[in-house]
């Protein structure tokens, strides 16, 4: 039986960073996997000829650039390329455009309304004043505003000061923007309905909301508070797709002395007197180590993976209601050639960014009504790539990968599991809708993944297969995350920790939650903290 | 349905043709989506056209509002802190505009051109904002930076060449009069304003007659020394006159995304364009508390010993330097008036007229840096003030 | 002609009533102007068809302020207290809620909503404390009372240990739904309560928010419902009647003009009729829309403060469905006696969702949920010797329909609302005599409220506490001088409280001191 200092469950992104920080400190670490490739959702694989498909999570920003630079991600083969521009294709044959460059987009904006065009400059401020709000709370421990111990009030009064540093009109509009709609927001600054519904989806992707939900306009942040390279809000693609992040952070995580291994499933965490012994495995063989770290979403984690004796039952049963929703599958395509998209002129830009088939406010809200009825949207929520535009090394030349994320996607069919049937129908829901915009986008499909949450879930082991680990709802953020009492990584026995996105700040490719569970664990081993700081005002 | 696809490339402005034909330097950058020229030919000489004879600056980007309605009047009385019954057809006002924490939006230019009837001329764009400000008023707002072009004609000959095009009734302008006269067959809008601090005048015209205008006029300027100039030499004007420039010397308040970075008029030095006795207006009640309780910064001319330009300059209130007290956002060695100059922004109780101050100025002479603490003393006037800016009319030269 | 008064109140709505009274009280000489001939506002009682009265808009008493209550030494006499709610369900397995007990669930469901209530009027309570206070303001310079305000509301929420402060963390922004999920198992209850949770709102059981909503509906009275005898409009009565014996002045049938301001400050108001009354304080009623947009005129005011106030969102979907009855209906399984009940039809929490749909679009509910009493059932007063009428709360009918309410659109919900009752009481139809249908559009004609909305504004975290009615105006001043906001779209919001009307005269006379 071996030992270790310590085990963490599960390979995906932030459980990568957890451990390499961990090993930074001198702890000898294993990271177990229970499938036969790292990455979790933060994968790229090579499932049909010479293509690769970054088959879940598709695009980078959120990625803490003070990870990034600490863990020397560009060093163990990271590059990420700012990609920009996104188009939503409409029924009347326009389209609207949203370019990277300033002073086009604005033109773009006023070709449906010069107010729009304005108001967007003080949209984006607006926006991005919250975006620097948040991000100073990203790469710190949640208080416990229950708690009387120091670091609790200490960590409350910077949480106060900073708000009372935005101003009194500042403080209002925040606290509005914390608890309003997408909808609602947008409805602030643009009167064009095809302009709000660009805006919109970034509200709703990966929530099981509609856009006129209140609390939507904060999943904004989700979108907007990452970055390329200090451009708050650009995205980016991994060169070699998002798995690149998490095959650098394996390199980073071994080049420390971590040891990391595949296909090791872990059947339970053993736990004794309180206390967390290590787990055993699938195969029967157990592991030992004084702490463990989960980077499982937390029904995982509590409920499949530990003895129900071993929590208290308050605890218990709020872990099985925390709310993690299926809502949003994936339809991941290999063409053969670069579909043509007649509404856009030859030779445009728009063609290297993200595309949505879909161009109403109403549509939006009633793809969301399709889900509340257990089904998925008929006229779905489509955030479509194609990254092979300018990523060589995802498909032979001149062919290219298309991911698409698809909003609404339960997790069960109206309450039973899906049909295989209904899985093909869900995939063609999206493709259709593709084809009304592209007409030989279908004649060049060579092979079709589709995946629902049932699917992602089957696969990487995320409940309901949801992005985020769990709803970014107020009452599942901060403090609240996971669970009332336990935001700050640590569970409810002795050497336990959590680490995955169910955590504060949530999900998306950030790497925040695995490094702030490091941040905890180290200094629960009264170790010093070699976590990074936030790298200040920008 | 037909659409117009967006335009991808930056705009050329209507009097494009016949700067290309002039320019020699190359030189362009981006100004609210047009090609605007740095300079054209030699950037220093473009410089003294404007001060010794004339220079023409192709104002077309500027963002341009036409308001009317029943309300108009109203409206910009809310919106300005000036008050504007006071400007009467025929006049154009200066103005600034300030959200509810009357903090500045922008300054610009608000020509009257007929009864009830304006045109709000300003460096960046506001459309959202004025609509915001329309809400519940009847009046109607057009944006009509396309439909309008413009020629800024400034420096001491610049009377004489409108008058050689046969402009009657130039003469008996005065500083901030406007006049609306036939040029062949469009109409021609001429007002006496200027953002050089200096005799001169603006031209605004269609687009289509925009080359005959460029045309004659360059024709009727040939014996006075009329010269294209670019964005490098007005720059310099503008520091002479002691304008202030948004994204230079200030931050539009509805961009600002940290808080404490915009500014209020009165810290700008604009307080004589704030008149409390209005009823409203946007800001108002926050003057009011400033006044009262006092303004946190304050903007300041500098004459600054030597000649080293204070670019970016910290401010210090001792030489010995310690805690700055402010920084500088616009500097220049002045060429007519052979001074050091710069404006700045400094915390209160600093910056009262004749404090000496002292600025922290990096400069560097074949790759060597060097640092110095200069005096700068704060003065009240602008740098550049002829006598011939106020004269009507103007002499002829 | 011309008076002088201390404070002129806009509008006789209760909550005018209560700041009048409360000014009246501590002094002042006070003037309210009210535009309809009746005072009361949305708690009016009204004859719709001869000799059958209903309360015309609020038909429920479950919110009035204690402390309203007390200051103001009213006493009110009840027709029918602490009614039981019966949630409808057409087989004729109805469920009865009534304070902490529901029969006709599981005994392990029961036993849920046991506790469920415990906590929920806890919260409410504590929730109350803070619907009676100004809300301070945010900010570094804030008064030494808002900084205590502000303390106090951390102190109070510590106080209530730290589980059941965590819990109260984590639902105040939650939506009722996946509360009554993961706690019943009854549909019907689900229903029940997600419909006490979004009643007057534009929001359906899944919105996030509407938790907080559910709580206001408890707080004040922990959720008992009561029909004063003579209903909402005796109310409203009582309150005038308290009014004039502090000497205030209560004039009907006076719509204003608008409000005259001089130099940044109010004056005074001028009638339609063109009279003018000054006062160096005027307090309005109305909504925050009205009273800014057409009463102050945005001239007098800022952008910024005006954009915020166009903002505001006050979308009503709450329509009234009056009937006069020639007997009461059957229905199965309900014993005669319990008539006096309320009766909800929300078979279950997807119902609701389901009916909040349409709204979304500009739609009226195919299938609505209703909140129904028999008033005359209690009090004999409101029809004629055995007959009785109806009184029901009718969801969704949004008030800004696609194509606008006509008489045409207003026929086809009254037949699908009509359709819905029948389910449950198959044999209404034939019971009916005469009927009278007011959608949210009606209600902002007749009671010049923007959106017909109950609240002046949607009850939402967005438009709470701080931020009610806008940032930075929250405490019942607005920005010009002597002008104040006393009416739901104000804190706390709307419901027969009197909250709002309260706490804008202490604030009013704190200013003065």
């Known amino acids: 039986m071996k030992t270790y200092d310590a085990i963490v469950i599960g390979a995906g992104h932030n459980g990568l960073t957890n451990a390499a920080y961990l090993a930074k400190s001198g702890l000898n670490v294993v990271c177990i996997e229970k499938n036969d490739y790292i990455g979790g959702a933060t994968v790229s694989r090579n499932l049909y000829k010479d293509w690769f498909y970054s088959n879940c999570s598709y695009v980078v920003s959120l990625l803490r650039p003070e990870i990034y630079r600490d863990l020397e991600l560009a060093r163990h083969g990271l590059q990420v390329t700012p990609y920009g521009g996104g188009t939503v294709f409409m029924e009347n044959g326009d389209y609207l455009g949203s370019y990277p460059d300033p002073e086009v987009h604005w033109r773009e904006y006023a070709r449906f309304s010069r107010a729009d065009a304005d108001a967007y400059e003080r949209y984006s401020a607006d926006t991005m004043r919250q975006c620097r709000f948040i991000r100073e709370f990203l790469l710190r421990t949640p208080p416990d505003p229950a708690s009387f111990k120091p670091r609790d009030l200490r960590e409350l009064a910077y949480l106060g000061a900073k708000f009372f540093d935005m101003g009194e009109q500042r403080m209002y509009d925040t606290i509005r923007f914390w608890t309003m709609s997408v909808a609602e927001y947008l409805d602030e600054y643009f009167e064009t309905d095809v302009i709000k519904c660009a805006l919109s989806g970034s509200g709703i992707i990966g929530t099981a909301l509609g856009i006129h939900s209140p609390g939507t306009a904060y999943v904004l942040l989700h979108h907007y508070m990452g970055e390329v390279d200090g451009n708050m809000g650009a995205w980016g693609f991994a060169r070699g797709g998002t798995g690149a992040v998490a095959q650098a952070l394996a390199k980073s995580f071994r080049s420390y002395g971590g040891e990391l291994r595949t296909e090791a499933g872990v059947e339970q965490i053993l736990v004794k007197n309180g206390k967390v012994q290590g787990v055993a495995l699938s195969s029967g063989e157990e592991i030992n180590a004084k702490v463990v770290v989960s980077n499982m979403d937390v029904k995982n984690t509590f409920l499949r993976c530990m003895d129900k004796n071993d929590l208290t039952e308050e605890f218990y049963n709020r872990v099985k209601n925390f709310k993690i929703r299926g809502s949003s599958g994936k339809v991941n395509i290999a063409l053969g050639g670069m579909p043509t998209f007649p509404a856009l002129p030859k030779d445009s830009p728009l063609l290297d960014g993200d595309m949505h088939f879909i161009d109403s406010m109403e549509r939006m809200e009633r793809a969301y009504d399709d889900w509340k009825e257990g089904t998925w949207s008929k006229d779905p929520y489509v955030d479509m790539t194609i990254p092979t535009v300018s990523d060589p090394t995802m498909a032979p030349p001149g062919k290219h990968f298309v991911s698409c994320f698809v909003q609404y996607c339960p997790a069960q069919i109206e309450g039973r599991d899906w049909t295989e049937e209904e899985r093909q129908q869900f995939g063609q829901t999206v493709i259709d809708q593709i084809g009304e915009y592209s007409p030989d986008f279908k004649s060049l499909i060579e092979h079709v993944e589709i995946r629902t949450p049932a699917v992602i879930e089957d696969e990487i082991g995320i409940t309901e297969g949801n992005i985020f680990h769990g709803e970014l709802t107020m009452d599942q953020l901060l403090f609240n995350r996971p669970i009332p009492g336990y935001a700050q990584y640590r569970g409810p026995v002795g050497g336990l920790y959590m680490c995955g996105s169910s955590t504060h700040p949530g999900g998306g490719i950030m790497a925040a939650p695995g490094c702030n569970a490091a941040r905890e664990i180290l200094f629960d081993l009264r170790r010093p903290d070699i976590t990074p700081v936030n790298f200040g005002d920008d | 349905m037909s659409k117009t696809e967006v335009q991808l490339d930056r705009r050329k402005s209507p009097f494009y043709p016949r700067q290309a034909e002039l320019d020699r330097l190359n030189q362009w950058h981006e100004w609210k989506g047009y090609r605007s020229a740095d300079g054209f030919w030699e950037m220093d000489l473009e410089y003294f056209a404007q001060r010794n004879s004339a220079g023409v600056f192709d104002l077309t980007p500027m963002t341009k509002y036409r308001i009317t309605g029943p309300d108009a009047l109203d409206y910009l009385n809310r919106l300005v802190t000036r008050d504007m019954t006071k400007i009467k057809p025929g006049r154009v006002a200066y103005a ?281 003393t704060v003065v009240s006037k602008p740098f550049w003030d002829p006598p011939r800016k106020r004269v009507t009319p103007p002499a002829s030269n | 002609m011309s008076d002088n008064y201390d404070a002129i109140i806009i509008g006789a709505g209760h909550n005018g009533l209560v700041c009048a009274a409360m000014l009246g009280r501590a002094g002042r000489k006070v003037l309210v102007v009210e535009a309809n001939d009746q005072v009361g506002g949305a708690a009016i009682t009204r004859e719709f068809t001869e000799g059958y009265s209903v309360s015309a808009c609020a038909h429920l008493l479950y919110q009035l302020q204690p402390a309203v209550k007390k200051e103001l030494g009213l006493k009110l006499d009840v027709a029918a207290e602490n009614m039981a709610t019966v949630a409808l369900s057409a087989e004729g397995q109805h469920l009865r809620i009534q304070n902490d007990r529901v029969a006709g669930v599981s005994e392990e469901d029961a036993g849920s909503y046991r506790a469920f209530h415990k906590r929920m009027t806890r919260f409410a309570d504590l929730f109350n404390t803070f619907l009676n206070k100004t809300p301070p303001r945010l900010a570094k310079d804030a008064s030494r009372s808002d900084m205590l305000t502000l303390v106090q509301l951390g102190f109070d929420i510590r106080r209530l240990g730290r589980t059941e402060m965590q819990e109260l963390l984590r639902l105040i922004g939650m939506n009722i739904r996946d509360e009554v999920v993961e706690r019943f198992a009854s549909p019907k209850l689900r229903g029940a309560i997600s419909l006490d949770a979004v009643l007057g709102t534009h929001l359906g059981p899944r919105s996030p928010n509407t938790v907080l909503t559910y709580l206001y509906r408890l707080a004040g009275a922990k959720g008992q419902i009561s029909q004063p005898v003579g209903g909402m409009g005796a109310v409203s009565e009582l309150l005038a009647k308290s009014a004039r014996h502090y000497g205030v002045v209560i004039r009907t049938g006076m719509p204003v003009k608008k409000i005259v301001i001089d130099g940044g400050r109010v004056g005074g108001v001028e009638t339609n009729s063109g009279e003018t009354f000054s006062a160096p304080l005027v307090v309005s009623n109305a909504d925050p829309k009205s009273t800014i947009m057409c009463l102050v005129g945005v001239k007098n005011v800022e952008t910024g403060f005006t954009r915020r106030i166009h903002h505001i969102r006050s979308n009503g979907n709450a329509a009234k469905l009056h009937l006069a009855l020639d007997r009461l209906p059957k229905i199965e399984g309900i014993e005669d006696h319990e008539y006096a009940n309320r009766f909800v039809i929300a078979p279950d929490e997807g119902y609701v969702e389901r009916a909040f749909n349409y709204a979304k679009y500009g739609e009226s509910s195919v299938k609505p949920i209703l909140e129904i009493s028999f008033p005359s059932v209690s009090d004999k007063s409101m029809a004629p010797p055995g007959k009785h009428v109806m009184s029901a709360i009718v969801q969704y009918a949004p008030s800004k329909l696609r194509g606008g309410w006509t008489e045409d659109s207003k026929s086809d919900f009254l037949q699908v609302v009509m359709g819905t009752l029948s389910e449950f009481m198959p044999n209404i139809e034939s019971c009916v005599l005469a009927s009278e249908l007011l959608t949210s559009a009606d209600f902002e004609k007749q009671l010049h409220m923007t959106g017909g909305h109950w609240h002046h504004g949607e009850l939402a975290l967005d438009q709470f506490l701080f931020t009610r009615p806008v940032g930075g105006a929250q405490q019942y001043a607005m920005p010009v001088d002597g002008l104040y906001l006393c009416g739901a779209g104000a804190h706390p919001g709307g419901g027969v409280s009197g909250a709002a009307g309260r706490n804008a005269a202490r604030a009013i006379l704190k200013a003065e001191k």
């Open chain 2, 96 to 376: 600034v505009w300030c959200d509810d924490e009357g903090q500045v939006i922008d300054d610009g230019t608000i020509f009257h051109l007929n009864e009830g009837e304006y045109r709000l001329c300003s460096q960046e764009r506001h459309m959202s904002w004025l609509q915001a400000a329309a809400i519940g008023m009847d009046v109607r707002i057009i944006d009509e930076t396309e439909d309008i072009c413009g020629l800024a004609v400034q420096g001491p000959t610049s009377f004489s060449i409108l008058k050689n095009m046969g402009l009657h009734g130039v003469e008996t302008l005065k500083p901030f009069d406007l006049m609306a006269l036939n040029f062949h067959g469009a109409e021609l809008m001429i007002s006496r304003t200027g953002f050089t601090g200096d005799l001169g005048y603006e031209l605004w015209i269609s687009p289509d007659s925009a080359l005959h205008l460029w045309d004659t006029l360059f024709e009727a300027g040939k014996l006075h020394h009329i010269r294209a100039i670019g964005t490098h030499a007005l720059e310099l004007a503008r520091i002479e006159a002691g304008f202030i420039a948004a994204y230079i010397d200030f931050l539009p308040a509805n961009v600002t995304v940290r808080s404490g970075r915009s500014r209020s008029p009165l810290e700008l030095g604009l307080g004589w364009l704030v008149d409390f006795e209005k009823p409203n207006f946007n800001g108002r009640r926050a003057l009011i508390e400033e006044k009262k309780r006092g303004s946190t910064w304050r903007l300041v001319k500098l004459d600054i010993e030597g000649n080293k330009e204070a670019h970016h300059s910290y401010i210090y209130d001792n030489k010995k330097g310690g805690e700055n007290i402010g920084f500088i956002t616009s500097a220049a060695w002045s060429p007519v008036c052979k001074q050091n100059i710069a404006l700045g922004t400094v915390r209160t109780p600093h910056g009262k007229v004749g404090d000496k101050l002292y600025v922290e100025i990096y400069y560097q002479l074949e790759m060597h840096w060097s640092r110095v603490m200069a005096q700068a």
